[in-house]
C-alpha cells in the first residue's frame, strides 16, 4: 500500500463530501414536545388534538374554515449551504416539498433565529424559471420567477424555489448537492417549533426522491424524550422472520394509501360498511399510513362499529373524555384496568396486530379510553398513526410500491 493512503482516507473523512446522490443513511426525528414539560395526560391530549385535526393538503379545500394549524409530529435537524446553516424541519410523510422559513420571512409563524439566508451560502442558487421544478411546483405564479404557494388550513406559505446543499446524518453526516427547496418569505399558521417541512412524500419533490433513494423507514420511540431513528436508503432494512408487507395503492396524489380491507377485536371480525375505506376516485376516503398524525383515526362508518365492539366487551360506565379530544372512554372508579383482546388491523396481505397497550390510555384521573379516534367534520381519510406503531420498524419501498412493518426496539437501531 502507498504510504499516503491512510493519510488519504483520513482526510477525506474529515472533509464532509459531498454527493449528488448517497447510499444510505441513518437520521433521527424528535418528537415536537420532547422539549416541553409537559405531563403524561397532557401528551395524551395534545396528540389526540393533532390527530383529530390534523389535514392532509387533501382535505383544505373543503376544510378550510376549520380554526385548526396543520401541523406535524416529529421533527428533523439539518442544515442547508456552504457553510452550514442549521435548520429544524418537520418530516412529513404527507407533504410534497421541502421548505424553510427565510431570513426575509414576513409575517411567519415562529422566529427560531438565525432563519436560513442564501446570501450567505456560496452553495446556493437560483434555478432557471423554466426549470420542471419551477413550473410543476404548487401555486406556481408564472409572473414570478420559481414562485410557490401552499394553501394550508390555517393560511399560506409562499415563497420561491432555490437550490443549495443540505448536510444531514446522525452519527454520520453527509452532504448532498443542489437540493430544491422553498425559501419561505410568508408564511401563516403553526408548524411546532420548526422552521419549516420536509417533505417525504412519493411527489419528486420530496427529500426521498430527490435523493435518488428507494426506500425508507423508521422506528417510533414510545418514550417522547427519546429520538426515534429514521433511515434512508440501503441503510433501511428490517429483520426478522415476521416481516409483514402491503402492497402501496396506486392514486395520484403522493400520499402512501394502503388497503386496510378489516378490523378485528380480539377473534371477532367487525361488520365494517364496505365503503369506509377505499380509495374512491374523487380523491376522497383512503386509508393513508402518515409519519405527521400521532395516533390512528378512522372514518365514522368504521369508528362508530369499532367503539360499540369496545363498549360491548367493557364493563365500566362510559365517561366523558372530551376535554382530551377523546371520543370513547370509561370511568375506572375503584376497578383495575380490564384485560383487552388485540385488534387486528387486516391490510391487504399483512396483518397488524395491536396489543392493548397500542389502542387504549389510562389518564391519572382514572378514565381508560380508546386512544383511535374519529376525525373532524369534512375529513374523508382514515389515517394509521404513529402511537400505534410504537416499537415497530417500518419501511416505505418505493422500487417495489410495498409498506412492511416489523416489531422492533427502536432504541437498538
Ligand atoms: C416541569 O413541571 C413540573 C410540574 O409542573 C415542575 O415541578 C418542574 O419544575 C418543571 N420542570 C421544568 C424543567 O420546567
Ligand atoms: C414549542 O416548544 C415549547 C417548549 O420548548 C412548547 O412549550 C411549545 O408548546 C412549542 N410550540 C408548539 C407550537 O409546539
Ligand atoms: C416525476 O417526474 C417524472 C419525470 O419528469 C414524471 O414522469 C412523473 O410524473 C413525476 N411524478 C410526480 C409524482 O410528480
Ligand atoms: C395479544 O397478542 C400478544 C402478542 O402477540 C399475545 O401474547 C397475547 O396473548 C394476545 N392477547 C390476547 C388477549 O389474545
Not at 424541519?89 to 421541502?98: C, E, Q, V
Not at 411546532?192 to 427529500?207: C, D, E, K, P, V
Not at 430527490?210 to 432494512?237: D, R, T, W
Request: hydrophobic share 35%; net charge negative; charged share 15%.
Amino acid at each position: 500500500m502507498p504510504p499516503f493512503l491512510p493519510l488519504l482516507f483520513f482526510s477525506l473523512q474529515i472533509l464532509n463530501i459531498a454527493f449528488s446522490s448517497p447510499n444510505g443513511m441513518r437520521i433521527e426525528m424528535s418528537h415536537i414536545d420532547s422539549k416541553g414539560n409537559f405531563t403524561q395526560d397532557e401528551l395524551i391530549a395534545r396528540s389526540a388534538f393533532l390527530a383529530k385535526h390534523r389535514r392532509l393538503l387533501i382535505d383544505t379545500l373543503d376544510s378550510v374554515n376549520l380554526p385548526l394549524e396543520y401541523t406535524g409530529q416529529y421533527l428533523i435537524e439539518l442544515s442547508i449551504g456552504t457553510p452550514p446553516q442549521p435548520i429544524t424541519g418537520i418530516a412529513d410523510t404527507g407533504s410534497d416539498l421541502i421548505w424553510t422559513q427565510c431570513y426575509n420571512c414576513k409575517p411567519c409563524f415562529s422566529q427560531p433565529s438565525p432563519l436560513y439566508d442564501p446570501r450567505k451560502s456560496k452553495s446556493a442558487s437560483n434555478l432557471p424559471c423554466d426549470c420542471n421544478a419551477c413550473v410543476n411546483v404548487d401555486g406556481a405564479n408564472p409572473d414570478i420567477c420559481c414562485s410557490y404557494s401552499i394553501l394550508y388550513g390555517s393560511g399560506e406559505t409562499a415563497g420561491i424555489l432555490i437550490s443549495d446543499t443540505f448536510t444531514l446524518g446522525n452519527p454520520n453526516e453527509v452532504s448532498i448537492l443542489d437540493m430544491v427547496f422553498g425559501c419561505t418569505s410568508s408564511s401563516g399558521g403553526s408548524f411546532a417549533n420548526s422552521t419549516g417541512i420536509i417533505g417525504l412524500s412519493r411527489s419528486n419533490f420530496s427529500l426521498i426522491s430527490q435523493i435518488g433513494m428507494e426506500k425508507f423507514s423508521y422506528c417510533i420511540h414510545p418514550n417522547v424524550k427519546s429520538v426515534s431513528p429514521m433511515f434512508l436508503g440501503s441503510s433501511a432494512v428490517l429483520k426478522g422472520t415476521s416481516v409483514k408487507s402491503t402492497p402501496f395503492v396506486s392514486s395520484p396524489a403522493s400520499f402512501y394509501y394502503v388497503s386496510l380491507t378489516g378490523i378485528s377485536l380480539g377473534s371477532k371480525l367487525l361488520t365494517i360498511p364496505e365503503t369506509a375505506f377505499p380509495l374512491m376516485e374523487d380523491g376522497s376516503g383512503g386509508v393513508i399510513i402518515d409519519s405527521g398524525t400521532p395516533l390512528t383515526r378512522l372514518v365514522p362508518d368504521a369508528f362508530q362499529v369499532l367503539s360499540q365492539e369496545i363498549k360491548s366487551i367493557v364493563n365500566l360506565p362510559e365517561a366523558d373524555g372530551s376535554a382530551y379530544h377523546l371520543s370513547l372512554c370509561f370511568s375506572l372508579g375503584k376497578s383495575s384496568v380490564p384485560n383487552m383482546p388485540n385488534i387486528t388491523f387486516h391490510f391487504d396481505g399483512a396483518d397488524m396486530k395491536l396489543t392493548m397497550d397500542k389502542y387504549m390510555v389510562t389518564l391519572s384521573n382514572g378514565l381508560f379510553c380508546l386512544y383511535i379516534l374519529e376525525p373532524s367534520g369534512g375529513i374523508t381519510n382514515s389515517i394509521i398513526g404513529t402511537y400505534q406503531m410504537q416499537n415497530m420498524h417500518v419501511l416505505y419501498d418505493l422500487k417495489n410500491d410495498m409498506l412492511s412493518f416489523v416489531e422492533a426496539d427502536c432504541s437498538k437501531l
